[in-house]
């Protein structure tokens, strides 16, 4: 793949309806409800089984991107089995959560946009399937991602799923923050992608 990432060329499937507070599909800052940017943010992520389909593992995952759209380097890349980023500070994972028992968010990742390095231009929010075995988005149901302002607590943006939306993949991109004049904005995205390792192979 050439210079400049491309979502429309990852073989993805179709575009989901959204539900972003703060804004529709274009970009929106990370803003408190002073209008100051955010600097600690956690993303959270929750997600039901519908009725007799067994357990599914969906995983939160970040990518850091440099400015051709690529991943800075594989540790960037944070997820279950690399849990912070390589400087351990900037983005941690709260660890997996297998099955989606219980209310609220079922996995976790700490994002201090402050320490980011300038290099990371771009941070993609993914949702895999772990071990699918055949499954796949459309037994997932209450599906949703937000994002809170760690100081203050207060949920700043969220994107809620259908049961089904997510089509038959085993991938998704959610959303895409990107550093926009200064500060941070979000974008929500909402592509199926086949799997997890057609959208790394891209990103590498």
Not at 158 to 173: F, H, K, P, V
């Amino acid at each position: 793949m050439g210079h400049g990432f491309c979502l429309f060329s990852l073989l993805l499937q179709h575009k989901m309806p959204i539900n972003l507070k703060k804004g529709g599909i274009n970009l929106t800052k990370l803003q408190d409800s002073r209008g100051v940017g955010l600097s600690q943010i956690y993303i959270g992520l929750g997600w039901d089984m519908a009725p007799g389909n067994g357990n599914i593992d969906l995983d939160a995952c970040i990518a850091g991107l440099g400015a051709n759209d690529k991943l800075l380097a594989d540790e960037w890349f944070v997820f279950y089995n690399n849990l912070t980023s390589p400087d351990r500070v900037s983005i941690v994972h709260n660890g997996d959560n297998k099955t989606g028992q219980g209310d609220g968010d079922d996995e976790s990742i700490n994002i201090d946009l402050t320490k980011i390095p300038p290099q990371v231009v771009k941070l993609l929010v993914i949702i895999s399937m772990h071990d699918a075995q055949g499954k796949n988005f459309t037994q997932v149901q209450n599906a949703f991602f937000r994002i809170v302002d760690a100081n203050t607590k207060q949920e700043t943006h969220r994107l809620d799923l259908s049961a089904g939306q997510g089509g038959t993949t085993e991938c998704l991109i959610f959303a895409e923050i990107v550093r926009d004049q200064g500060g941070w904005s979000i974008k929500p995205v909402c592509f199926s992608v086949p799997s997890l390792g057609a959208l790394l192979g891209n990103l590498q």
